[in-house]
């Protein structure tokens, strides 16, 4: 059964940046597509981006592009997400999950998630 376990969220002025990591542990990472969400209060939980299993693909949502980037390192069984040039609606509690495909994005295994505050 796979693992999944998120790191690096804190709290950052807007204008910052933050790196969060998710840790696939249990079977292979490079076996799965991989994805972030969030949610932010009283909010609906909301894709953020997407990989494929090399890594050559990626998905955002209109949101993020430019400012975020999302990518793997099969060899670490880690996914990364670089968020740049952060604004107040990006705070959330962020999650990783493997889903189905860069086509189909549902969830099939959540982390339990890390928050990101973001003070203006």
């Known amino acids: 059964q796979v693992q999944l376990v998120e790191s690096g969220g804190g709290s950052v002025q807007a204008g910052g940046s933050l790196r969060l990591s998710c840790v696939v542990s249990?079977?292979?990472?490079?076996?799965?597509?991989m994805a972030w969400f969030r949610q932010a209060p009283e909010k609906e939980r909301e894709f953020v981006a997407a990989?494929?299993?090399?890594?050559?693909?990626?998905v955002y949502a209109d949101s993020v592009k430019g400012r975020f980037t999302i990518s793997r390192d099969n060899a670490k069984d880690t996914m990364t997400l670089q968020m740049n040039s952060l604004k107040p609606e990006d705070a959330a509690v962020y999650y990783c999950?493997?889903?189905?495909?860069?086509?189909?994005?549902?969830?099939?295994?959540w982390g339990q998630g890390t928050k990101v505050a973001i003070s203006s």
């Open positions: 999950a493997t889903i189905e495909g860069l086509r189909d994005l549902r969830p099939l295994t």
């Open positions: 249990g079977r292979i990472g490079s076996t799965y597509t």
């Open positions: 990989i494929g299993r090399s890594g050559a693909a990626t």
